[in-house]
């Protein structure tokens, strides 16, 4: 029987919900704890002065994204099997640790994000933290965390009102766009710092494995791969959005006040315009949904793709004495977060931006890793990087990597 034109019209339609899902939860899982607070002080320290880096990111973190689906869809295997199979062992050990750091960092982030929330209701990060690893760590164990996964991701995504909250707090608009396509660069030591934190929380390294595993676990196809391209940039191309605005939203309530974010309910301010005395409610659940989020997915991530990289047994079907690596490898990780942030008089929201500029540091080395294997015909065929792609994540890697070293200059001679 001839399917009618109406069918034919409504099978790619189809066909695209069957492939949506990891670019838009990957993307999304970004805007955690890190990249909430990350935003935030770039806004209130700085006014709109760091919105032409957002813009220049924009095409940089989708096609950053893009690469990582691709590869996935191409080959059928993660990210950490195609660095072992290109560049041996010794190579993928190095890449690995690299993961490993990255994703401590930022989930010790996201435990300071859970404090951080729970603090705005007067609980004590003791109580809070260790009962936040608990859920984590049952979670992952019990592989609920899927379960949750879109509830998480719907609480998180309160982060939207900033959108409203922007328009409502009547921003100079003009200025805005000003700054959007004017760079402004001020030669201090936290604007270099804040713009490779910038950087490290937008594409964040863990991020290209978390997506590329996720569209070989949907089953996602070269074939397949022209419609799960758009989740994927339209994911990152939403997250950046998003985090423009909570720039925008930050610099027009905060800056002119000269607030500076110390605390969560410094950066729930922001929020004021739109919900006025629930902010720090609104703010709080938002921070706390996307921080337990991330606490679970993070581990997990590392933990796969370090097992993967090695031939090591993997699976939350697997026990201890299955997969002992697999399972101590995500304990580890969730529990030595949890204690860091736990470590009397740390500073809440200085954690959670230090993980971010580490994650800015590491990223240009996992990127020049990917840029290898997506240009190499053997592994890749036709699907190999155009030169446009190459351009942006070359052009991102010089960067990054410039920027990190003007840091450690600044720092080393005490400029700024």
């Known amino acids: ?130 009962i936040g690893a608990f859920v984590v760590w049952l979670l992952v164990v019990r592989g609920s965390y899927r379960r949750v996964e879109k509830v998480l991701l719907a609480l998180s995504s309160v982060f939207i009102a900033y959108v409203i909250a922007a328009f409502l707090a009547g921003p100079d608009w003009l200025e805005v766009g000003r700054s959007f396509v004017v760079p402004q660069v001020i030669p201090d030591r936290v604007f270099i710092a804040l713009a490779i934190g910038l950087t490290g929380t937008t594409i964040a390294p863990w991020m290209q494995f978390l997506l590329q595993s996720n569209i070989v676990d949907k089953g996602v196809t070269a074939k397949e791969w022209s419609l799960a391209r758009w989740d994927t940039m339209v994911g990152a191309f939403v997250a950046n959005l998003i985090a423009c605005f909570i720039i925008i939203t930050t610099a027009t309530v905060l800056h002119p006040q000269g607030i500076e974010i110390t605390g969560a309910e410094d950066a729930a301010r922001a929020l004021a315009p739109l919900a006025g005395p629930y902010a720090e409610l609104l703010f709080s659940i938002g921070l706390l949904s996307a921080s337990v989020l991330a606490a679970a997915v993070l581990p997990l991530t590392s933990a796969y793709a370090i097992c993967e990289a090695f031939g090591w047994e993997s699976g939350l079907d697997r026990s201890w004495a299955e997969a002992p690596l697999f399972n101590g490898l995500y304990t580890f990780v969730i529990v030595a977060a949890a204690a860091v942030v736990l470590l009397p008089g740390l500073d809440l929201i200085g954690i ?53 070293a003007a840091l450690l200059f600044m720092t080393l001679l005490g400029i700024g």
């Not at 990127?367 to 592994?379: K, P, S």
């Not at 446009?388 to 052009?395: G, I």
């Open 1 to 130: 029987m001839t399917p009618s034109a109406d069918t034919r019209r409504r099978l790619p339609f189809f066909a695209l919900l069957a492939v949506i899902g990891p670019g838009v939860i990957a993307a999304s899982a970004g805007n955690d704890a890190g990249g909430i607070s990350t935003y935030s002080v770039a806004g209130a320290k700085y006014g709109y002065a760091m919105l032409w880096m957002m813009l220049a990111m924009t095409p940089s973190f989708m096609i950053v994204q893009e690469m990582a689906g691709r590869m996935g869809a191409v080959t059928g295997k993660g990210f950490s099997a195609l660095i072992r199979e290109r560049f041996g062992v010794r190579l993928t050990f190095g890449a690995m640790l690299m993961l490993l750091v990255s994703t401590a960092a930022t989930t010790v982030a996201e435990f300071a994000g859970i404090a951080a929330a729970m603090e705005i209701f007067g609980v004590p990060r003791w109580v809070s933290v260790p």
């Open 352 to 404: 959670m931006l230090v993980s971010q500029v580490l994650n800015g540091m590491l990223l240009p080395f996992l990127l020049i890793f990917m840029m290898v294997i997506v240009n190499d015909r053997t592994v890749m065929g036709r699907h190999v990087n155009s030169a446009l792609n190459n351009l942006l994540a070359w052009t991102t890697i010089v960067v990054v990597i410039t920027l990190t």
